[in-house]
């Protein structure tokens, strides 16, 4: 995805499943890549929905290549309603805090997100990012965390707006405060921690 010129390539896209529908995938890859081969004749005119019903269909890997067709397909591969799982480099997301906390409001579908920080720098998410997840994001399913500072109470955010959390992944993280419920996530069946340290406030 690294290919993209529009500023969500900060979002990293990592898998993609949205609706399997009725069609052949391999009917579709085959249409799509037809359009890599139509060299300078002209698209079909078809409304946006129409080529995103068709880009749902295919693998990330081969939206990937449809970015590279033309800045049309490029802006087509960069909807939020494609993508269900996305990884996000913290860092990347507080150099821009308020674009991402907007942007993650976009995704209306997302179900898996992990957020990497950085080893040896303190990469500390925060509040508002998990107050709009909850609030845009109400298929979240799993959510794992690695190598951040994360303030504990952060994340019960999730149990109201992301009911149907069922995994929760803390990988190396610096855990903050002692205010994390996991009582109140009514679906959640996985709890994992490793190497975790925890810091009172």
Known sequence: M??????IHQIDPIDYDMNSGNSS??????????????GGEKLPSLPCEIWLR???????KD?????????????????PRLWKELK???PNLLHN???????????????????????GTEASVPEQFFINLSL????????????CVIDQSYINHLATGCPDL?????MWCDLVGIGLKLFIFKSLKVFNMVDCSFTRQ
């Open 25 to 38: 995938n391999s009917d579709l890859n085959e249409n799509i890549r037809s359009l890599e081969i139509c």
């Open 166 to 170: 069922a995994t929760l992944e803390l």
């Open 63 to 79: 939206i990937a290549a449809v970015a590279r067709v033309s800045k049309f397909f490029a802006d087509l591969a960069n909807d």
């Open 88 to 90: 996000i480099q913290v």
């Open 2 to 7: 690294s290919d993209r010129t529009s500023p």
């Open 54 to 60: 068709i880009l749902r269909q295919i693998s990330s």
């Open 136 to 147: 845009c994001a109400s298929r979240l399913k799993k959510l794992k965390v690695q190598e």
């Open 97 to 119: 805090e308020k674009y991402f906390n907007e942007k993650i409001c976009e995704y209306k579908w997302l179900e898996i997100l992990e957020l990497t920080g950085t080893s």
